[in-house]
């Protein structure tokens, strides 16, 4: 930018655009500011010294900035919560690569920039182009930037796509907040000093942080995916619980010199283990006569008149 330049003046991001004109070039050491003229409304001739961020471009491209920044002040409107953004940050990082689409930080708040479309409508189940016809959206530098509202929309329908993913991060991280609500745990405060936290604070931590974000990622993920997720970790936890029992009923027999006993149960414990593989019934062809096996039997000694 240069002396005599005109260009977009904005006090703030969502400030209405006014038409000024450089002066003067204050250039400092670590930063460059400018001197502006007023041209239009009641600062009309009014000079400010201003820093660079105020300015947003030429004034002949004020327009198109408008139409843009107009956009952008919908997107704030539709700002997540913190929970909503926690949320849709795990999904993101567990379902979605960023070279399909990424979350930007851009205005303070979450947008999504979809690189890939296709492969994104296979991540979420349905078109790109349906999510769009319901939310806000722009294309920047060849990528869809999709509003807050969008970003949600596309969390949800990849958790109800593939949930098991995320519900398995939940229990993982409901694990973790258990341990710490029975002992707290070791961290540092803002200034590096070692400290530690009180199962109290822990707790309230998790009602307050991490109970609404798991109660959200799993009414995404759907009730029965829920149910089905919640099943599978019990009849696992059941199986470890069961083996542990067997595994100390052998060592006590062994113990009371049923060695042998204790070796035939060990064995069908594990020769006849359930597992997926032998699970699933197999269906085979029916054999030909020449592949049925012949069984001879030997008939009964029949006791009769002489």
Same mark, same amino acid.
């Given at each position: 930018?240069?002396?005599?330049?005109?260009?977009?003046?904005?006090?703030?991001?969502?400030?209405?655009?006014?038409?000024?004109?450089?002066?003067? %070039?204050?250039?400092?050491?670590?930063?460059?500011?400018?001197? %502006?003229?007023?041209?239009?409304?009641?600062?009309?001739?009014?000079?400010?010294?201003?820093?660079?961020?105020?300015?947003?471009?030429?004034?002949?491209?004020?327009?198109?900035?408008?139409?843009?920044?107009?956009?952008?002040?919908?997107?704030?409107?539709?700002?997540?919560?913190?929970?909503?953004?926690?949320?849709?940050?795990?999904?993101?990082?567990?379902?979605?690569?960023?070279?399909?689409?990424?979350?930007?930080?851009?205005?303070?708040?979450?947008?999504?920039?979809?690189?890939?479309?296709?492969?994104?409508?296979?991540?979420?189940?349905?078109?790109?182009?349906?999510?769009?016809?319901?939310?806000?959206?722009?294309?920047?530098?060849?990528?869809?930037?999709?509003?807050?509202?969008?970003?949600?929309?596309?969390?949800?329908?990849?958790?109800? %796509?593939?949930?098991?993913?995320?519900?398995?991060?939940?229990?993982?991280?409901?694990?973790?907040?258990?341990?710490?609500?029975?002992?707290?745990?070791?961290?540092?405060?803002?200034?590096?000093?070692?400290?530690?936290?009180?199962?109290?604070?822990?707790?309230?931590?998790?009602?307050?942080?991490?109970?609404?974000?798991?109660?959200?990622?799993?009414?995404?993920?759907?009730?029965?995916?829920?149910?089905?997720?919640?099943?599978?970790?019990?009849?696992?936890?059941?199986?470890?619980?069961?083996?542990?029992?067997?595994?100390?009923?052998?060592?006590?027999?062994?113990?009371?010199?049923?060695?042998?006993?204790?070796?035939?149960?060990?064995?069908?414990?594990?020769?006849?283990? %359930?597992?997926?593989?032998?699970?699933?019934?197999?269906?085979?062809?029916?054999?030909?006569?020449?592949?049925?096996?012949?069984?001879?039997?030997?008939?009964?000694?029949?006791?009769?008149?002489?």
């Amino acid at each position: 930018m240069d002396v005599g330049d005109e260009q977009i003046y904005r006090q703030r991001d969502f400030a209405p655009s006014e038409r000024v004109r450089i002066v003067g %070039i204050d250039q400092r050491k670590k930063s460059v500011r400018y001197d %502006i003229e007023f041209l239009d409304g009641d600062k009309t001739g009014t000079v400010e010294n201003i820093p660079a961020s105020r300015l947003r471009g030429p004034w002949a491209n004020v327009h198109e900035f408008d139409t843009h920044m107009a956009l952008w002040e919908r997107f704030c409107e539709q700002a997540m919560d913190d929970h909503e953004e926690a949320a849709v940050e795990h999904v993101f990082l567990l379902l979605i690569p960023d070279s399909v689409a990424e979350l930007s930080w851009d205005m303070k708040i979450w947008t999504t920039r979809v690189t890939d479309h296709d492969e994104l409508g296979k991540l979420i189940g349905i078109p790109v182009a349906d999510v769009l016809e319901n939310v806000d959206w722009f294309s920047e530098d060849g990528k869809t930037v999709i509003s807050p509202e969008g970003t949600l929309r596309i969390a949800e329908y990849a958790c109800r %796509i593939n949930p098991l993913p995320v519900l398995d991060h939940v229990i993982k991280d409901e694990k973790e907040y258990r341990e710490r609500s029975k002992r707290g745990r070791n961290t540092t405060t803002y200034d590096n000093r070692p400290t530690t936290t009180s199962p109290e604070w822990e707790y309230s931590w998790y009602l307050e942080h991490g109970r609404p974000v798991h109660e959200m990622l799993r009414a995404w993920c759907g009730h029965r995916a829920v149910s089905l997720q919640e099943r599978l970790e019990a009849a696992e936890a059941e199986v470890r619980r069961l083996d542990e029992l067997l595994a100390r009923v052998i060592d006590e027999l062994k113990s009371h010199s049923h060695s042998f006993v204790a070796d035939v149960i060990e064995r069908a414990h594990v020769d006849e283990r %359930i597992t997926p593989q032998n699970l699933r019934p197999v269906v085979d062809r029916p054999l030909k006569p020449s592949e049925i096996p012949v069984r001879y039997e030997r008939a009964p000694r029949r006791w009769g008149r002489w």
